[in-house]
């Protein structure tokens, strides 16, 4: 009853954060549109897990009312990223990409494009998720010692592998941007190379690799690295941001694969 208390608490805290910042400012039907557009998405979940309870499992709901208060909890932050990216995130990422553009710097505007990768991707909350994971079925196979300092070594190291990846697939990106290279020839002969590594790559590495390219395009790494790529061919002449802004998050999701493979190649 606490913990239910607690989290109506909090409910109520956000709905009075709520009303006072965007109806003072004239944002509120601005957001309450985005909170209808977020339960228009959340609607066709709802629906196919309210069949299968009622319909197929024919049991009534547990907690109904930890549920409900969940179910609001989670339209709230969705609606709230969603309003936060368009207000925050894809301005920023935008607006960095054009000023580097114009400032002229390559090594900078390169510096810069690997930063955001690391960064962005070594807090991905889904990847540290399944590094801890990986850690622990590699601790129980006996890939590595059964202890929590190998855990957390394992754990660090595949992390900042991916994020190390997705930095220097970035750098690969804006280079493309820059240079007008065809983006099909990159990513064919990126595909080439994955197959190629795992032909002899350890076999317990190969799922984890697959998946660490499919955990790196989540919450975070996306938002600012699509902003990244569409700012950047907006700003060059002769480059169109439809055709040459987006492709970067495909590099994202490849380059991972292969460097996770060669880590763990290494520690084999």
Known sequence: MFHLYSIKVIAL??????????FMNNQFFVF?????????????????????QFAVLQQPMPNVGDILVGL???????????????????????????????????????????????????AEPSLIAV?????????????IADTIESQRSYANGLRFTVAFAVGFA???????????WPI????????????????????WIIGIA????????????????????VGLASSIKGRNPMIDGFGLIAF???????FVMIYGMVIN
């Open 13 to 22: 805290i956000i709905l009075r954060i709520i009303f006072i910042t965007f």
């Open 32 to 52: 309450f549109k985005a909170l209808l557009g977020s339960c228009k998405d959340l609607l066709p979940i709802i629906l196919v897990i309210a069949f299968f």
């Open 72 to 122: 609001v909890l989670v339209i709230l932050g969705l609606t709230f990223f969603i309003y936060g990216l368009e207000m925050g995130l894809f301005p920023i990422g935008e607006s960095m990409a054009q000023a580097f553009a114009k400032k002229g710097s390559i090594s900078w505007l390169l510096t810069f494009a690997f930063c955001l990768g690391f960064g962005t991707t070594v």
């Open 131 to 143: 590094a801890k994971e990986a850690a622990i079925v590699a601790a129980s196979g006996g890939i």
């Open 170 to 180: 970035i750098v690969v990106g804006v280079l493309r941007i820059l240079r007008g």
């Open 184 to 203: 099909q020839y990159l990513i064919l002969g990126g595909y080439v190379v994955v197959v190629l590594i795992t032909m002899i790559a350890p076999s």
């Open 210 to 229: 697959y998946d660490s390219g499919g955990v790196t395009t989540s919450t975070i790494t996306v938002p600012l690295v699509t902003a990244l790529g």
């Open 252 to 258: 994202a999701s490849l380059t991972p694969m292969i």
